[in-house]
């Protein structure tokens, strides 16, 4: 019989220490991995889903609810910029893109944002493809037409063709038909993308507009309204001035009695010094802010920075226990096989091999409790993403990496050492001493 195979018949007829054991082990490595994984998921999803927005216009007010509005359709939308603000900004020779946004309605809890055309053309840098790619169908090119994000149409079952109405307010309640005067036809599905934007339904300025002036809701962001039929006639697509083949649809002030505004815009200089130059205007201004999502992020990085660093060490306790689990157990089991270690010296065995056998049980229960940890560590962190994706609205995508398996190396090495002193116990254990106790 070689050393691992009586190594590994020892740890089977201690089962219960040895599974007490590797569960200590397993924990640890989970926690640890799992941390890991779940901030570097999360920081990329972050990331990515800001990648095609750059600075962003709004209100004044709270900056981080201004960006978690926009980008992440998350939290209550700011107060409205006034429309002839947005056009001097759309106008600005400075300028190289504009895009509207507008928010407030629902439609089962997925928010309907208001824009133009041009959101679909956004590129996370100017080389870069489109961010936004469809499915199936086509962008909506006339008022009361959506375009939905991938995960719409996986957790409602719309598709092409299929209408809907809409909502008030930006969670769902129970008047789902406050705009049933005003139904949305379906016309494309996005691709997914793995950001927020696959949860958004996205429509024109035009219709947006007409069916709030259709029901005179007094909120915050909304100031006052249009009469219904006639706002809703003058709100038929014309063309405008814009890039070539592109459709773009005029809301313009006399398409309402009293134009609402804009919940936020996202605005692209042609330059880095055009955009410093601008980004100063504004927030020397008293009419709106402009903040830069990067920004934002950084300080969402650093406030998961120090829950990131608590969690840390929760995991690096547990792992420590773990260690000092080993010692315990290994310990314990070398006095309780005196008798056997002295037979086994008595009929040849060296001080070496009874050194390698309890070393090898340690390696073993290592080993298997970092195997369990791996597996436990990506499990845990599947359920987390999937929970955490549907309350922030990001994607988070657990990925191995060398920087994990590190983590498994180190434990490795602590209970190797934390073998080595119940092996050394056994080790120095004299042949005759035991051989003659009961």
């Not at 990515?48 to 962003?56: Q, T, V």
């Not at 709100?235 to 804009?262: C, D, F, H, I, R």
């Not at 980004?279 to 406030?303: C, H, L, S, T, W």
Request: charge should be neutral; aromatic fraction near 8%; charged fraction near 15%.
């Amino acid at each position: 019989m070689s050393l691992l195979q009586m190594a590994w018949r020892n740890l089977i007829n201690r089962r219960v220490q040895t599974l007490i054991t590797a569960i200590v082990i397993i924990i640890g490595v989970s926690m640890a991995l799992s941390i890991m994984m779940l901030s570097d998921g999360i920081k990329q999803g972050i990331v990515k889903a800001s990648e095609p927005y750059g600075m962003i216009v709004g209100s004044k007010g709270s900056a981080n609810q201004l960006v978690f509005n926009t980008i992440f359709l998350m939290d209550n939308p700011l107060s409205n910029i006034s429309l002839d603000y947005y056009r001097l900004l759309e106008a600005d020779p400075r300028v190289n893109q504009a895009v509207p946004f507008a928010l407030g309605d629902n439609y089962k809890g997925f928010r309907i944002v208001g824009t133009s055309a041009e959101f679909f053309t956004l590129r996370g840098k100017p080389a870069d493809p489109p961010y936004f790619h469809l499915a199936a169908g086509r962008i909506f090119d006339k008022a009361f037409e959506a375009v939905i994000g991938s995960k719409v149409a996986t957790e409602t079952g719309l598709a092409i063709g299929d209408t809907f109405v809409s909502g008030h307010g930006v969670a769902m309640s129970n008047e789902q038909d406050e705009h049933k005067e005003t139904p949305y036809t379906i016309v494309g599905i996005l691709n997914g993308v793995s950001a927020p934007s696959d949860k958004g339904i996205y429509v024109t300025m035009d219709s947006y507009w007409v069916s709030h002036g259709q029901h005179g809701h007094d909120e915050d962001t909304e100031t006052n309204h249009g009469q219904g039929e006639a706002a809703k006639a003058s709100a038929a697509p014309t063309t405008a001035p814009g890039k070539p083949g592109q459709a773009t649809l005029s809301w313009t002030t006399n398409q309402l009695e009293a134009p609402q505004g804009v919940t936020a815009a996202l605005i692209k200089p042609k330059s880095y010094m055009d955009l410093m130059k601008m980004y100063q205007e504004i927030n020397q201004g008293a009419r709106a802010q402009a903040v830069f999502p990067g920004q934002i992020i950084a300080k969402i990085f650093d406030m998961m920075g120090s829950g990131e660093q608590v969690l840390k060490y929760i995991s690096y306790v547990v792992l420590g226990m773990s260690g000092l689990t080993i010692v315990l157990a290994l310990y314990g089991s070398t006095i309780e096989r005196r008798r056997t270690v002295s037979i086994l010296r008595a009929i040849g065995a060296s001080r070496r091999s009874v050194l390698s056998i309890v070393l090898l049980e340690c390696v073993l229960i290592v080993a298997l409790g970092c195997v369990g940890g791996i597996a436990g560590g990506y499990l845990l962190t599947v359920a987390l993403s999937r929970y955490i994706g549907s309350q922030i609205s990001i994607t988070v995508i657990p990925m191995y990496n060398w920087e994990l398996l590190s983590i498994v190396g180190i434990v490795g090495c602590i209970g190797i050492l934390a073998g080595i002193m119940p092996a050394m116990s056994a080790y120095r254990m004299e042949a005759a001493r035991y051989l003659n106790s009961q």
